[in-house]
């Protein structure tokens, strides 16, 4: 939700997140090469392309955004405007705003720019397309996180690449990985700290097995 400042992550540092980001059936593919990030930031202006030119990917979106503090701790999710340093406004014309200035070109001007000058940027690659494997790659995400964290890195979902099915069978073949299915993709690197959304206490959304 904000740009990174170019700083490269050490060698050292990269090891500890590949570690952290490890898991049964599911492996970590640390990007850092200029390059390389040259062509996932192609792909996700690709994935901004189809999914932003797509009504109901559109409508999805805008209804998960909390325009302002009211919304915001009302529902208790969804991404709040000021954690990516918006303004807050009525829903109305923040729905209103978004119409005219919510396009590809404009994602794309942000994402862009975003990707290259960070340290890098994470996939978790799974080798089954099953449910265990997807709360598999959740963990090693959350693993990889924390460590970043604890290392002073911040890190951001780019995925673009593996929402959009052509994109995610690109990503694969780019990748090298065969039939195993990229799963993520987080960019990381050295940035500001931003104000974070709300969410509801886990005792509202989990309840103990009998």
């Given at each position: 939700?904000?740009?990174?400042?170019?700083?490269?992550?050490?060698a050292?540092?990269?090891?500890?997140?590949e570690r952290?980001?490890?898991?049964?059936?599911?492996?970590?593919?640390?990007?850092?090469?200029?390059?390389r990030?040259?062509?996932?930031?192609?792909?996700?202006?690709?994935?901004?392309?189809v999914?932003?030119?797509?009504p109901?990917?559109?409508?999805?979106?805008?209804?998960?955004?909390?325009?302002n503090?009211?919304?915001a701790?009302?529902?208790l999710d969804?991404?709040?405007s000021?954690?990516s340093?918006?303004?807050?406004?009525?829903?109305?014309?923040?729905e209103?705003l978004?119409?005219?200035?919510?396009?590809?070109r404009?994602?794309?001007?942000?994402?862009?720019?975003?990707?290259?000058?960070?340290?890098?940027?994470l996939?978790?690659?799974?080798?089954?397309?099953?449910?265990?494997?997807?709360i598999?790659?959740?963990?090693?995400?959350?693993?990889?996180?924390?460590?970043?964290?604890a290392?002073?890195?911040?890190?951001?979902?780019?995925?673009?690449?593996?929402e959009?099915?052509?994109?995610?069978?690109?990503?694969?073949?780019?990748?090298g990985?065969?039939?195993?299915?990229?799963d993520?993709?987080?960019?990381?690197?050295?940035?500001?700290?931003?104000?974070?959304?709300?969410?509801?206490?886990?005792?509202?959304?989990?309840?103990a097995?009998?």
């Amino acid at each position: 939700r904000a740009a990174f400042d170019s700083r490269q992550a050490s060698a050292d540092d990269l090891v500890l997140l590949e570690r952290a980001a490890s898991g049964k059936g599911v492996t970590p593919m640390l990007i850092t090469d200029k390059n390389r990030l040259d062509t996932v930031a192609e792909l996700v202006a690709q994935g901004n392309t189809v999914q932003l030119r797509d009504p109901c990917w559109r409508k999805e979106l805008i209804a998960w955004i909390r325009f302002n503090e009211r919304e915001a701790r009302r529902t208790l999710d969804g991404l709040w405007s000021r954690t990516s340093g918006n303004p807050e406004m009525p829903r109305s014309l923040g729905e209103l705003l978004l119409r005219f200035v919510l396009s590809p070109r404009s994602q794309n001007r942000k994402d862009v720019p975003w990707i290259k000058n960070s340290a890098g940027v994470l996939v978790v690659v799974s080798e089954v397309d099953d449910a265990a494997h997807w709360i598999e790659a959740g963990r090693c995400y959350e693993r990889f996180a924390l460590q970043a964290t604890a290392l002073g890195l911040r890190n951001a979902f780019i995925n673009q690449p593996v929402e959009v099915a052509s994109l995610r069978e690109q990503l694969a073949t780019w990748l090298g990985v065969g039939s195993r299915r990229p799963d993520l993709v987080v960019r990381f690197g050295y940035g500001p700290e931003m104000p974070k959304s709300l969410r509801r206490p886990v005792t509202d959304v989990v309840s103990a097995a009998g």
